[in-house]
């Protein structure tokens, strides 16, 4: 019969056959589809793999914490961590436009993944398996879709580790080609991976730069951060996750309003809330969340986070709005 059981053996069957005793390389994004990969593939080869965090430090509360230690503790995989926060920082100071952002991320990020990749390939140099082969968690959309939209081309540009030089050359090991996302998560689940990384939500490559409308600063990331943890707390407790396709929180960095907070006026910024439903992000609606669950987040955030005094709902469907602000 079909069961995940099955889909799980045969894949693991089928990477030991195709990796044998060589070793293999994978980036780890903190998403779903490079956790479910990474996991099938340690249950085939074990210690001959070894995965790759690169932590650009524009994920949001929690999730680099997710990687480095729950899914570790989940797989038991051998993880190289690269803290690469300020060279991001650095990189991004005093851009704003998206595109700019896209490309510095996508850039800094091929060029810290493949700094760690070249010192993992010499560190098993010589050896009877050293390393030949790189995993991705490409699905079956992505392999069928190959281009189209900005999103999906995006997600491929990012996550793809193609423009690897030359003298590194791997052979891909794609063992969720043939599997559609909730595919992805039900094998996710069944080989023990923290629900928390099962179940997240999409989450662009760029991060949380591309929700910083404006320059992006280690303060403004913070602020961020605090108030994206609040939204996906209160949705959470409010029982919605799987309800909503997407729910960006966006900072608009340069925008100031006047405020009163306690006793005094303050002139703060104000944060948007995006929660879309979807099928594939193509098209998207806004999410009609209940008025208390709205209302939670909002009083949360203006009382928690104290640059921020304002709290608005962005209900553009998609067209003409994208999800993401930039
Ligand atoms: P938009 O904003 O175009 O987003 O409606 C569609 C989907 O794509 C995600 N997205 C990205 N993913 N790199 C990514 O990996 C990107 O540059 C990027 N831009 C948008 C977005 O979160 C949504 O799921």
Not at 32 to 43: G, I, K, N, P, T
Not at 67 to 93: C, I, M, P, S, W
Not at 145 to 160: L, P, V, Y
Not at 301 to 315: F, G, K, L
Request: net charge negative; glycine share 10%.
């Amino acid at each position: 019969g079909w069961t995940m059981v099955n889909i799980a053996e045969e894949a693991i069957e089928t990477i030991r056959a195709q990796v044998g005793g060589k070793r293999a390389i994978c980036g780890l994004s903190g998403g779903v589809d490079s956790a479910v990969a990474a996991a099938l593939v340690q249950r085939a080869i074990g210690s001959q793999l070894t995965c790759v965090f690169v932590d650009h430090g524009l994920l949001r509360k929690g999730e680099a914490e997710q990687v480095e230690k729950d899914f570790v503790a989940a797989t038991g995989v051998d993880l190289h961590v690269v803290d690469a926060q300020e060279r991001f920082l650095n990189a991004l100071a005093g851009v704003t436009d998206p595109e700019t952002k896209r490309k510095i991320i996508g850039r800094e990020f091929i060029r810290v993944f493949e700094a760690a990749a070249r010192e993992i390939v010499e560190a098993h140099a010589g050896e009877v398996a050293d390393v030949e082969f790189l995993v991705q968690g490409t699905l079956y959309p992505d392999v069928v879709e190959s281009g189209g939209g900005t999103g999906a081309a995006n997600i491929k540009s990012h996550h793809n580790v193609g423009g690897l030089p030359e003298d590194l050359k791997f052979t891909l090991v794609e063992p969720l080609r043939t599997l559609f996302k909730d595919e992805v998560r039900a094998l996710g689940e069944q080989l023990g991976l923290p629900a928390e990384i099962v179940w997240r939500h999409p989450f662009p490559g760029p991060g949380l730069a591309i929700r910083i409308i404006g320059e992006v600063t280690r303060e403004r990331l913070d602020v961020l951060r605090e108030a994206d943890a609040i939204a996906r707390e209160e949705l959470t407790r409010a029982g919605l996750d799987r309800d909503i396709w997407q729910f960006p929180v966006v900072l608009l960095a340069d925008v100031r309003s006047v405020g009163v907070q306690g006793d005094s006026r303050t002139y703060g910024h104000p944060v948007v809330l995006r929660p879309v439903t979807s099928e594939d992000a193509m098209t998207a609606d806004w999410a009609r969340l209940p008025y208390d669950v709205l209302q939670r987040i909002s009083t949360r955030i203006t009382n928690e986070v104290r640059e921020i005094n304002r709290v608005v709902v962005d209900i553009t469907s998609k067209p003409p709005g994208t999800i993401e602000w930039e």
